[in-house]
């Protein structure tokens, strides 16, 4: 992995991490408590650590776009086990 690669994923996450600290200044609907934050990031993180890796190592143009769609539904089904609990395992956050 490139070092540029590395800030870009970096910079990707602390973005996404920004929009519920901006939220949470104006409303009292988004409640994210520190531990939210750093479950949230390094789930991003992974993901994009992830995506990079099949992006660099897979060269199967059809094979590689799978795996990449496969890991972010992965990351939008953990997502949402964890926010509302969709399947009631221990990870549930309700």
């Given at each position: ?33 520190g531990n939210d ?18 992006a660099r190592k897979v ?36």
């Open positions: 992995m490139s070092r540029k690669s590395l800030v870009i994923i970096l910079c990707i996450t602390t973005v996404i991490l920004l929009i519920p600290l901006i939220a949470m200044q104006f409303t009292n609907t988004v409640n994210w408590s934050f750093a479950i949230m990031g390094i789930l991003v993180l992974v993901t994009g650590l992830v995506i990079d890796f099949l060269k199967a143009a059809n094979l590689r776009i799978v795996l990449i769609i496969g890991v972010i539904l992965l990351f939008l089904l953990f997502w949402a086990e964890m926010a509302v609990g969709i399947f009631g395992t221990p990870f549930a956050g309700s």
